[in-house]
């Protein structure tokens, strides 16, 4: 499975981004659980949001009604709708793909496939 991000990039704080992520290589996206996940300079990567085979959603705390995940299973593709926008949410945006009828997990170690990474930078 390969992932690629995109849709990342430079806003101001208020402001909002879609980032998307296509799968390819893989037969049955619409059973994998999805996950973002981000990673600010000099922190640790945290959850962002994960979406199960069945539409089930979590979020962190921190992008709770700010941020949307979804997934289009035609296309392979995730996303995540990203709005009012905040300085600290400035980091590199993973896409990630777990095991097929996986329940949404914060965990890593619960995902078996990552992207590249997708830079988002918000301006104070």
């Known amino acids: 499975v390969q992932l690629v991000e995109s849709g990342g990039g430079l806003v101001q704080a208020g402001g909002s981004l879609r980032l998307s992520c296509t799968a390819s290589?893989?037969?049955?996206?619409?059973?994998?659980?999805m996950g973002w996940f981000r990673q600010a300079p000099g922190n640790e990567r945290e959850f962002v949001a994960s979406i199960s085979w069945t539409r089930d959603t979590i979020y962190a705390a921190s992008v709770k009604r700010r941020f949307t995940v979804s997934r289009d299973n035609d296309r392979n593709t995730l996303s995540l709708e990203m709005n009012s926008l905040k300085p600290e949410d400035t980091a590199v945006y993973f896409c990630a793909a777990g095991r097929q009828f996986g329940t949404t997990s914060e965990s890593e170690t619960k995902y078996n496939y990552w992207g590249q990474g997708t830079q988002v930078t918000v301006s104070s």
């Open positions: 290589g893989v037969d049955s996206f619409a059973l994998l659980v």
